[in-house]
């Protein structure tokens, strides 16, 4: 997926692989804008009480960085759809801050989807997923576990391919 070229990340996308980022990173930007609830377990997980055990405190802390670790989330979410190609498949180019925003927009992606789909530190994905094929082929289950699996792999890649560009 993602290799080294000169100083930068380079990859091609296939025409779903753009129609599936496209997708993962507006609904991580339609999440943080469309009025957040900190009570959606999503919303919970990318944005945790700093003091748990005293949340007055937690609010307060709140009040004054939130906004900026939103705007953060979403422009990060928007370097992915910004680099991607308009339509169809084509390559995408980062430079190294490019490419942390997106290891840190998947990241958030992969947070959200992996909440709402209940995958836990221990869960095995494979067995995850194989499990879900065997119960229905053809349901969302199965094409969420496959996104989520597959960020995870475009994660490790840019990650691999991050450090020999610094």
Not at 10 to 35: C, M, P, S, Y
Not at 64 to 84: F, P
Not at 95 to 101: I, R, S, V, Y
Request: net charge negative.
């Amino acid at each position: 997926m993602f290799r080294r070229v000169g100083g930068q990340c380079v990859a091609t996308f296939e025409h779903d692989e753009v129609r599936v980022l496209r997708k993962v990173a507006a609904e991580v930007v339609g999440l943080l804008t469309e009025g957040m609830d900190h009570t959606d377990p999503v919303v919970s997980r990318l944005f945790p009480d700093i003091y748990p055990e005293l949340p007055d405190d937690s609010q307060e802390f709140r009040l004054y960085t939130e906004g900026d670790l939103k705007t953060g989330k979403i422009d990060q979410a928007g370097a992915i759809l910004a680099a991607l190609p308009d339509e169809g498949e084509g390559e995408v180019r980062l430079d190294g801050e490019a490419a942390e925003a997106w290891l840190r927009a998947i990241n958030d992606a992969r947070l959200a989807m992996g909440t709402r789909l209940e995958i836990q530190a221990d869960t095995d994905l494979g067995e995850e997923l194989d499990d879900a094929v065997l119960e229905d082929a053809g349901s969302s289950r199965v094409f969420q576990l496959s996104v989520y699996a597959y960020l995870g792999y475009l994660q490790e890649s840019l990650l691999n391919a991050l450090p020999e560009i610094k």
